[in-house]
């Protein structure tokens, strides 16, 4: 199991920028991929940005142009680079650890609020 713990959550304006952080320990992680998701009042959680081992990243094809993820092996920490924010981005975002192609082990989620 990997423990997960998001950072970076806040009240922002629309059209400002914040940088989620999520601080793995447990397992080796240089050997899994990690995703995030976001989930808003009301509707499902959904996928935002993955990350593979080696550092290949892909997107949800919404957030392609204003959200960058990466990693840092050396930290252990994955990270999400949310520009140009919109209200509708409004969510809790959460981290997760890939499995055997199943996010398994997720962190509590860090809270983002974008004011119109």
């Known amino acids: 199991q990997v423990q997960l713990v998001e950072s970076g959550g806040g009240l922002v304006q629309t059209g400002g920028s914040l940088r989620l952080s999520c601080a793995a320990s447990g397992r080796s992680f240089t050997a899994y991929d990690l995703g995030w998701f976001r989930q808003a009042p009301g509707k499902e959680r959904e996928f935002v940005a993955g990350?593979?081992?080696?550092?290949?990243?892909y997107y949800a094809n919404s957030e392609k142009r204003r959200f960058t993820i990466s990693r840092d092996n050396a930290k252990n920490t994955v990270y999400l680079q949310m520009n140009s924010l919109k209200p509708e981005d409004t969510a809790v975002y959460y981290c997760?650890?890939?499995?055997?192609?199943?996010?398994?082990?997720w962190g509590q989620g860090t809270q983002v609020t974008v004011s119109s």
């Open positions: 990350i593979t081992w080696n550092g290949d990243a």
């Open positions: 997760a650890r890939k499995y055997r192609s199943v996010y398994v082990d």
